[in-house]
């Protein structure tokens, strides 16, 4: 079958990282995997090799058709396949629904996500994928660029919005790059394995994280600025203000945004609230 460029697809032909990414999730028998592009259905053979329960959303209707036919074939009860925009479906919904996932007495079922993600919508679907209940565990195989950034400490030409708001809420591990060579057909770039593990005590509640995006963002639109500046602009508060409400918090006025880690940006967001 051939790739369809329009969805961005690469395929990913090498089993060893195959079995690298399931092993990144840390499988346990009777796991519920949120697939995200299934494609093929490559890393969905490993992930029912390891006693999974797989949903596996693919918005490419010959895909789709291919991995329904296969899977009614061989009558595998553990897998269920969703046709669909996976940055348009309910996530929630479909792993509470799907006949794949175990029933018991709660409403939504413990979940893990993965996924080898197409280079121009990794962004959204790491924004989609951290929206509560959180899953417990993500791992998504994207571009090295997007990984690095995700991945990147305060102060570094790579940390940004994107760094924040994801290390606000998880355990970030970049686990290893792979070699465009490992695709059919080969993309232009490397790839990097992402690990995201949502934090006990995330820094921000469920209810900030809308608030706290857009605060981080309106910072690092000013990354190069003073942080007395980006703040009075981003909260509105005059001059003085800011300044007594930074040296309480105990950062500096003249430090700029990019050198700051998500803790300082929580506590500058609901210090800001406070007003």
């Known amino acids: 079958m051939i790739p369809d460029k329009r969805l961005g697809q690469h395929f990913l032909t090498d089993r060893t990282i195959l079995e690298k990414i399931v092993d990144a999730l840390d499988p346990a028998p009777d796991d519920v995997v949120l697939e995200i592009g299934a494609g093929r259905g490559s890393l969905t053979e490993v992930l029912l090799a390891r006693g999974l329960r797989v949903i596996g959303i693919e918005k490419d209707r010959r ?7 296969r899977n009614a074939e061989r009558g595998t009860e553990g897998l269920t396949i969703v046709h669909g925009d996976a940055l348009q479906l309910d996530w929630h919904a479909l792993v509470d629904a799907g006949p794949a996932v175990p029933r018991s007495a709660f409403r939504l079922p413990r979940f893990k996500v993965v996924g080898n993600i197409p280079y121009a919508i990794t962004s959204p679907l790491i924004d989609k994928a951290l929206t509560p209940p959180l899953p417990e ?8 660029e997007v990984a690095a950034r995700v991945a990147a400490a305060p102060g570094s030409k790579a940390y940004g919005a994107l760094s924040v708001g994801v290390q606000a809420v998880c355990r970030v591990e970049r686990l290893a790059t792979v070699r465009a060579g490992a695709f059919h057909p080969r993309p232009r770039v490397d790839s990097a394995l992402l690990r995201l593990t949502p934090l006990a005590q995330p820094l921000v509640a469920p209810e900030e994280i809308a608030a706290f995006r857009a605060f981080v963002t309106a910072c690092f639109t000013r990354r190069r600025k003073q942080l007395r500046n980006v703040v009075m602009t981003a909260s509105g508060r005059s001059a003085a203000l800011v300044g007594t409400g930074l040296r309480e918090l105990g950062l500096d006025p003249a430090a700029r945004p990019e050198t700051l880690g998500a803790p300082e940006f929580a506590r500058l967001l609901r210090w800001s609230a406070r007003l």
Do not use: D, G, N, W
Not at 63 to 69: F, I, Q
Not at 137 to 144: G, H, K, S, T
């Open 63 to 69: 895909l789709t058709a291919e991995l329904a036919t």
């Open 137 to 144: 565990r993500i791992v998504f195989l994207v571009q090295a």
